[in-house]
């Protein structure tokens, strides 16, 4: 992947295995090499939603193996050779592990895009607020009026962001497929040509063979 592509997502970090804890509508792209499984790890609040979408933005084949474990060891997505998935899972206390698998791969390593959507993660922050707006009756608007709003503003741009970051990762795999079909091109158009110069200097070598006098001259 050429680093204008990486550029161009909002967010793109060479991960370790077993990072611990994303923060709410994080995005994130790395590279996973040939024969490796690289799993992070989530932790969630009960009655709270988590939503993971990936993509397979280069690397042969475009597939990758998906799992997601929720903190019983209960396996609640299981997905084998696949270039995209959105999943979302109502969630309990604990901290939920997601893997991406590319073992079956010996020689191609992958780049990896995903999104996590962590809803009603700040119940408590709101109740905070609701503590102060006692009393505020006589206003107008009230304080609570006020956070509605602001709320309301901030989820229609996080929605916005997704978008727009979704659509810089099709951009980005979209380019990859282009590039990699322009390089092949080349090579065959490369491999034609030579194949066309070497067949014609063997038709005006035989060509040339057929007029030859090949009878001895006796003096």
């Avoid at 998935?85 to 191609?108: A, I, R």
């Avoid at 810089?168 to 380019?175: G, N, P, W």
Wanted: aromatic share 10%.
């Amino acid at each position: 992947m050429t680093p204008l592509l990486l550029a161009s997502l909002s967010l793109s970090l060479a991960l370790v295995p077993g990072t611990w804890g994303f923060s709410p509508d994080s995005d994130f792209t790395f590279t996973l090499p040939a024969g490796r499984k690289e799993c992070f790890f989530q932790p969630m609040q009960r009655e709270a939603s988590l939503e993971i979408e990936y993509q397979v933005l280069d690397g042969a084949g475009l597939d990758v193996d998906f799992q997601l474990v929720s903190p019983n060891h209960e396996t609640l997505v299981f997905e084998q050779r696949k270039s995209d998935g959105v999943h979302t899972v109502e969630t309990e206390d604990g901290d939920y592990m997601f893997c991406f698998d590319n073992t079956f791969s010996t020689l191609s390593e992958k780049v990896i895009f995903f999104e996590l959507i962590l809803d009603n993660m700040g119940d408590e922050e709101q109740e905070d607020w609701k503590n102060y707006i006692t009393g505020t009756d006589l206003l107008d608007m009230k304080l609570e009026d006020i956070l509605e709003s602001v709320n309301s503003v901030k989820s229609r741009l996080s929605k916005s962001i997704h978008i727009q970051t979704l659509l810089k990762a099709f951009e980005a795999r979209d380019r990859n497929i282009q590039e990699s079909n322009f390089d092949r091109v080349n090579f065959w158009s490369m491999v034609n040509l030579a194949v066309m110069v070497v067949v014609s200097a063997v038709q005006v070598y035989m060509l040339k063979s057929l007029f030859e006098d090949k009878r001895k001259i006796r003096t």
